[in-house]
């Protein structure tokens, strides 16, 4: 199997918000933008692994400003670490102001996407290899993110955390 960089996963989805996708106050219901990173990094996933890909998780989700009435969200999706079967993609989520047409980045997401085959049983996809200063950083905090939702999860005990405990050494 082939390993590629996190470029080759690259999603990028543009839309405006609507009305009905806003709350009483005119922005954005989280809930609409969960939906819309959801779509992006499926199909980000999906480019790295080419198989069906199921959403296993959601990692993190930043909501650092609201998104008005009318605004352009801009959803950039790229597989930022993959594993046996299992795919973090990082997301950026940007919105284009009216006039200027200047993006700001307005929230962040990490999702996990498991990559299965038709009977829905987990197979396995290709390494990543960073490319940019950007894509290493966020491909080493994989790691780390992922065994603390290991130990969370009680799968893993702390003691074999390596890249948690290199931390605090």
Do not use: C
Not at 31 to 45: C, H, N, P, Y
Not at 72 to 86: C, D, G, L, N, P
Not at 139 to 166: C, H, I, W, Y
């Amino acid at each position: 199997m082939q390993s590629k960089t996190p470029q080759q996963s690259l999603t990028i989805y543009t839309d405006m918000v609507l009305p009905s996708e806003t709350n009483p106050i005119g922005n954005m219901f989280g809930g609409e933008l969960l939906a819309r990173m959801d779509r992006a990094a499926s199909i980000a996933a999906r480019r790295h692994s080419r198989r069906i890909v199921v959403t296993a998780s959601v990692n993190h989700v930043a909501f650092n400003k609201m998104i008005p009435l009318g605004s352009v969200v801009t959803v950039e999706a790229k597989v930022s670490r993959a594993f046996k079967s299992s795919m973090e993609v990082y997301m950026d989520v940007f919105i284009e102001d009216r006039e200027s047409g200047e993006r700001s980045l307005s929230n962040e997401a990490i999702y996990t996407f498991v990559a299965v085959d038709e009977m829905g049983n987990p197979v396995r996809v290709p390494e990543i290899v960073p490319e940019t200063e950007l894509e290493k950083k966020r491909f080493v905090a994989a790691l780390r993110r992922k065994q603390l939702s290991l130990v969370l999860a009680g799968k893993m005990k702390p003691n074999d955390a390596t890249e948690l405990k290199a931390l605090f050494q």
